[in-house]
């Protein structure tokens, strides 16, 4: 039963890359820049991911800014704060460049088959949270609805879906989940703010959203991402997209100790897959497990949906050029 997209240790595959892909739990592969080193090798990394499984899933953390895996023979992506700048000052500009910089994110990642971009990021922008910081798009949630929906339009231009981040809420909390597990202890009406870009992007379509390591005991004493009061509340909101666990490797989700029964809670709670990144020990104990998913059948559904769409090679070259000309002419604008 797929259960888990793993991390892999460098920029080729080993004999236990291999195996490990091979294994029933495994749903696909996120990349990180360990395994990059030029765009050759990732499209030999990629197409021999591929042949080891064509039906995995491949994906990596590539929002722009800080948060950028591939940078040499890359477009440099502006952080999403740029864009919430421009917003501020030339909104109609923001939303046309916010849209482009999806373009190429879809287009340069398409290059090398790989299905989508961890993004957009929805949560708030304050300076309470240094995780998050110049990640965010603005402040005010309606602009980062806004220029989440433009960031997607581009990238459903180019046949790729989108990832929205961190349910219900990151922005706003003190504490990084990389290295604690962090308490919002505000009310259901503080955090409405929080919520609403969430609320939007689910009326307007995303394919999928993830839950963040972090403690609302307003609702729940469990990390969002293993509470099934959280995942429930998505889906009463009508969300049927795919929720992904954010990274079970971060501190905010080891409370539960085991690799494995981490897996296990979050689908429990009714994540349809997990993301196991950078503990390459934890990820051989995981994948050596059988999992149960109470719903196996729409998730694997909601899965099969993010693989990246075909699109017409002409338009979509074309589409690219004209993003990136759009950027490159309004550089000074995403400063």
Known sequence: MSAVIIGIAGPQLQPQDIAQLKQSACAGVILFSRNYESPPQLQALCTAIRDTRPDLLLCVDHEGGRVQRFRAGFTAIPAAAAFGCCFDHRPLLACQLAEAAGTVIAYELRQYDIDFSLTPILDLADPVSTVIGDRAFHANPAVVAILADALRRGLHKLG????????????????????????????????????????????????????????YPHIDERPAGYSP????????????????????????????????????????????????????????????RDYHLPDAANSARRLAALHARPIDTASAAAHYRAAQELLQAHAADLV
Do not use: W
């Open 160 to 215: 790729m879906t989108a990832v929205g981040k961190h349910y219900p809420g990151h922005g706003r909390v003190s504490g990084d989940s990389h290295h604690t597990l962090p308490h919002d202890l505000r009310d259901l009406a503080e955090r409405e703010a929080d919520l609403y870009p969430f609320l939007h992007q689910i009326k307007s379509g995303i394919e999928a959203l993830m839950p963040a390591h972090i403690v």
């Open 229 to 288: 009061q959280h995942i429930a509340a998505l889906r009463h909101y009508g969300f049927d997209g795919a929720i992904i666990s954010d990274d079970l490797d971060m501190a905010g989700a080891q409370g539960i100790a085991d690799p494995g029964e981490r897996i296990q809670a979050a689908l429990a709670a009714g994540a349809d897959v997990t993301l196991m990144c950078n503990d390459l020990a934890a990820i051989r104990q995981a994948l050596s």
